[in-house]
């Protein structure tokens, strides 16, 4: 089934490969022709390839999904506009890295340059989300389309195995019994009965494709009984209660250090 954009293909062509072809691959895969004589939409292709997006858009939405800001690292100035910010990024870093920072003018200096590397992050961040925000709703579409049908199979396929596990136990089960009729009614000297227990064991099927195996399972009945050493501590508790004023707490070292908030300029 072909599906279109909110399910982030188009003409069943996952769209990221589709805004990085050709003219002429996405009209082999729509059945466009091209030539001096050749329409697109209706349009001669001449003058068709010489629109830009948003009018291409317009005309076929479908064929042309994303909205300017979108297209950002599908173009090579978009793509070339990126590097030059990790380029500048990575310099930056890098010379950071080498600076000590030691008297109040250096504090001022770090302080300055903190800043500039917030606002420069808050700037990527809104252009990464400008870019990111529609594939993020097509993802959502997409997954919403998809998660009932998936959501009742994954609970068919549990109930399915639940429900073959218990059936497989129980036949283990009866196995066991009649294992332990039959050795007592020999112990006791009655072959007979001991006979009769027997012919109820039955080996454990297993469906064709399906394989199954014994596993050790467990449930916490008395958390307070439990080793030390399968316990972990919360750290998320821990916080809250240091960030309440706890000062005090057993087998943990509380310290006070400083923290550096950016608000920007």
């Known amino acids: 089934m072909k599906l279109g954009f909110a399910d982030l ?10 805004l990085g072809m050709s003219y002429e691959s996405r009209c082999e895969v729509r059945g466009w022709r ?14 068709w390839v010489r629109m830009d997006y948003d009018e291409r858009h317009a005309i076929d939405p479908l064929g042309w999904p994303l909205a300017k800001e ?13 590097a ?3 380029e500048q990024a ?13 008297t109040a003018e250096d504090i001022d200096f770090a302080g300055e340059a903190l800043l500039d590397v917030k606002a420069s992050w808050d700037r990527l961040e809104e252009r990464r989300k400008e870019i990111t925000a529609p594939l993020n709703e097509a993802l959502r579409s997409a997954n919403d389309l998809f998660r009932p049908a998936l959501s009742a199979l994954l ?8 429900k073959i596990a218990a059936a497989q136990t129980a036949i283990t089960r009866r196995n066991r019994e009649a294992m332990e009729a039959a050795q007592k009614a ?21 469906p064709t494709g399906v394989t199954t195996r014994e596993v050790w399972e467990f449930r916490v009945v008395d958390a307070a009984l439990v ?16 960030a309440s004023g706890v000062r005090e707490i057993s087998g943990v070292l509380i310290t006070q250090g400083t923290q550096v908030i950016a608000r920007g300029r």
């Open 227 to 242: 080793p030390r050493q399968y316990l972990s501590v919360d750290e998320k508790l821990v916080r809250a209660a240091v």
């Open 34 to 47: 091209w030539g001096d004589t050749y329409r697109v939409h209706g349009i001669p292709w001449r003058t």
């Open 186 to 206: 020999l112990a006791a000297g009655d072959a007979r009965a001991a006979a009769v227990a027997a012919v109820a064991i039955a080996p454990v099927h297993a």
């Open 70 to 82: 979108d297209r950002v690292m599908t173009t090579p100035q978009g793509k070339l506009e990126i």
């Open 155 to 162: 609970d068919a396929e549990v109930l399915l195995k639940t």
């Open 90 to 102: 990575v310099g930056a870093l890098r010379e950071l890295k080498d600076f000590q920072v030691e």
């Open 9 to 18: 293909f188009i003409f069943g062509v996952d769209y990221r490969v589709w």
């Open 84 to 86: 030059q910010e990790v």
